[in-house]
């Protein structure tokens, strides 16, 4: 069980703040953006963007790029004020904003260049992550602590929503044979359809 005490949201969202600015000033930034945007050709979840409604990349990618960035700016604040503490610094995020985060640490490379020469770490372990993001929960408050308003409702969804989003998601995947969130499909590549199962 994890006793360590949460940094005060103001504290967390002030330290997020001097975090994100380091890194937009930083000289990868710019290509840590656009090598982001690229990465959803390489993998996407059924059950992270989809849940946006009517989602599209080229105008979704921006802003959950945005959003991304100050989650990991955020876990950072989190991880530091708390001397370490990986479990405290897993903060509870909306399923597309998780996504887009695997994304932005997906570019490895680059990421552990950049946040080596400014002396921060992100924070993220599939172990730790905790689902179940709520309107006005300890990550909203240290995210207005850092004074960027109240989470864009398009891609902060709240866990009951993202519950019945995913049964929406559900049976459309179903339909075409896909089951299982994206874990298992029936479909047959030969013709393009489920297979046809044979009765008794």
């Not at 400014?118 to 006005?136: K, S």
């Not at 989470?151 to 969804?157: A, E, S, T, V």
């Not at 559900?170 to 896909?178: D, L, N, Q, T």
Request: aromatic letters at 10%.
């Amino acid at each position: 069980m994890n006793n360590t005490t949460r940094p005060a949201p103001a504290d967390v969202g002030r330290r997020a703040t001097e975090i994100l600015d380091l890194i937009e000033a930083s000289e990868e930034y710019g290509r840590l953006a656009e090598s982001t945007r690229l990465y959803p050709d390489c993998w996407a979840t059924f059950t992270g963007y989809p849940i946006v409604a009517s989602f599209d990349l080229s105008r979704d990618a921006g802003p959950l790029f945005v959003e991304a960035m100050r989650v990991l700016a955020l876990k950072a604040a989190v991880f530091e004020l708390t001397h370490g503490d990986e479990r405290t610094a897993e903060l509870m995020v909306s399923a597309p904003v998780d996504e887009m985060v695997h994304a932005v640490l997906a570019q490895y490379t680059l990421c552990v260049r950049m946040t080596a020469r400014l002396g921060i770490q992100f924070v993220h372990m599939t172990d730790q992550e905790r689902f179940g993001w709520q309107p006005g929960d300890y990550t909203q408050q240290c995210y207005q602590g850092a004074g960027w308003g109240v989470p864009d409702p398009r891609y902060w969804i709240g866990k009951d929503e993202t519950g019945r989003r995913l049964g929406v998601l559900r049976e459309r995947y179903a339909s075409i044979g896909i089951m299982d969130d994206g874990r298992r499909h029936d479909i047959d590549f030969a013709t393009g359809r489920p297979e046809l199962v044979a009765a008794g």
